[in-house]
């Protein structure tokens, strides 16, 4: 059974970086798909944010600008984002997916983890 | 950006059939295909997968589920409702970069 699994710091400073490792488990990520981080913010809108590919190609959202890396470690099958220069609005409730290219929907979801911007 | 419009909530009554709608900004037809899922998210909970390409059904869905629509005009029909479906519902289009999600419909019980 194919399970994915957020960790990382719930509370991160205001002007700091947000790291997140997404562990996956039951399927190699070098295999095939795409690993995406997708976000819910408070108010319940939630923001695809990126995804790095089976061969490790990235794509992100146009609204993170350079803010955004997302990068993997094979050896451990785990996928990471990191977020700079964090504000109060990047409190939200962090999600890794997978989806398949060229149907961009998302069959298989970690439970999320809250990160809380704040001083 | 593609945006989604979803109506913010609704109640319906144990038993009963109750749809839901989600409008895009922009076509999301092509190649005969509608590039919008939708997925349940209960409480505490991490989305779930229900429909894909507007009208399949994902793996262990209840046939209770189902989608229809095409062009800028979804809807995710759920008959009969019961009272497990209490959750808010997404839709999502994969038709155009970047990945948007409509704001969510939230289903609850009269």
Redesign the interface.
Known sequence: EIQLQESGPGLVKPSQSLSLTCSVTGYTITSGYDWSWIRKFPGNEMEWMGYITYSGSTLYNPSLKSRISITRDTSKNHFFLQLTSVTTEDTATYYCARNDYGTYFFDYWGQGVMVTVSS | DIVLTQSPALAVSLGQKTTMSCKTSQNVDNFGKS?I?W?QQKPG?????LI??ASNL?SQVPARFSGSGSERDFTLTINPVEADDVA?Y?C?Q??E?????G??TKLEIK
């Open positions: 590039y899922h997925y909970e991490q989305p779930k997968l894909y390409f994902a808010t997404y999502q994969g038709w970069f970047p990945l948007t999600f704001s969510g």
